[in-house]
C-alpha cells in the first residue's frame, strides 16, 4: 500500500501560538514575563526546548538544567490550552481525504509527545483520517532517525519503499533522506519558500497540488 507520512506542527496545522503561549507561561511563573512573540514563530516548530532555550538566551547566561526543569512545565501549559489557537492549515482536510480515495494510507510522525499528538487531532476532529499515529516518545528514538518514520508505514500496511514525507523542517527533510524517500516541504510555513534552501524533493504551496504530487512522487 502506497502511504503518505505527515508531521504535525507548521505541517497539518499551525501550532506556534499555543506552543509560544506555553513557553511564556513557564517564564511568567519565574517572574520573567513573556520572553517570546509571534516572530518566534520559527523555533516554535522546532519543539519546546528550543522554545525555552532562546527565552533563556534573552536573559542572559543560561545552563540546560534550567531547560530541563521547565519542560515538564510547558508540557502541562500546553495540555491546558493545546487548541486555543491552533488551526489546520487550508486544505489539509480535503487533502487527506483525497489520498484515501485514491488508496494512500495517511499517518503521523510527529516529534511532539504521542499523549498531546492524539489530543490534539482528536480535538481538530481529524483523527479518523489518519491510520496510525507515531509521537516522539511512541518509540526509543525519534525523528530524524528511521525507527519512527518506517513504524508510520508499517503499521498502517505499507512499506517505506512506496512511501512519502509531508514536513516543514530539516528535521522532516533529513528523515526522508535516511529513510531513503521523497520528501515535500510546506511553503506555508515561517519560511515561506525559503525553505527551498533544504532542496526537498517538492515544495507544497497549498494542499490541493497534494493528491497529484503523491501519484507522481509515490509509485
Not at 54 to 73: H, I, K, M, N, T
Not at 138 to 144: H, S, V
Not at 172 to 184: L, M, N
Request: one cysteine or more; hydrophobic letters at 45%.
Amino acid at each position: 500500500m502506497r502511504t503518505v507520512v505527515f508531521d504535525l506542527d507548521g505541517t497539518l496545522a499551525d501550532t506556534s501560538a499555543d506552543l509560544l503561549a506555553a513557553a511564556n507561561a513557564c517564564f511568567r511563573d519565574l517572574g520573567h514575563g513573556d520572553l517570546l512573540t509571534s516572530a518566534d514563530t520559527l523555533t516554535a516548530f522546532h519543539g519546546g526546548r528550543a522554545m525555552l532555550r532562546l527565552g533563556f538566551s534573552r536573559l542572559g547566561p543560561w545552563e540546560e538544567a534550567q531547560v530541563d526543569a521547565q519542560y515538564p512545565r510547558l508540557l502541562q501549559a500546553y495540555a491546558e490550552g493545546i487548541d486555543t489557537h491552533t488551526r489546520l492549515y487550508p486544505g489539509a482536510v480535503q487533502a487527506v481525504e483525497a489520498l484515501r480515495a485514491r488508496g494512500f494510507a495517511t499517518t503521523i510522525c510527529t516529534n511532539k509527545p504521542e499523549g498531546l499528538a492524539e489530543t490534539l487531532v482528536t480535538r481538530l476532529g481529524i483523527r479518523p483520517l489518519f491510520d496510525v499515529l507515531i509521537g516522539a516518545d511512541t518509540l526509543a528514538t525519534r525523528k530524524p532517525d528511521l525507527a519512527p518514520y518506517a513504524a508510520a508505514v508499517e503499521r498502517a500496511g505499507g512499506s517505506v519503499p512506496r512511501s512519502m514525507l509531508v514536513g516543514d523542517t530539516d528535521t522532516d527533510r533529513r528523515t526522508a533522506r535516511v529513510a531513503g524517500v521523497p520528501v515535500a516541504l510546506v511553503t506555508f510555513g515561517p519560511e515561506g519558500r525559503d525553505i527551498a534552501r533544504l532542496d526537498p524533493d517538492a515544495l507544497l504551496d497549498h494542499f490541493d497540488q497534494l493528491p497529484e504530487l503523491a501519484e507522481r512522487l509515490v509509485r
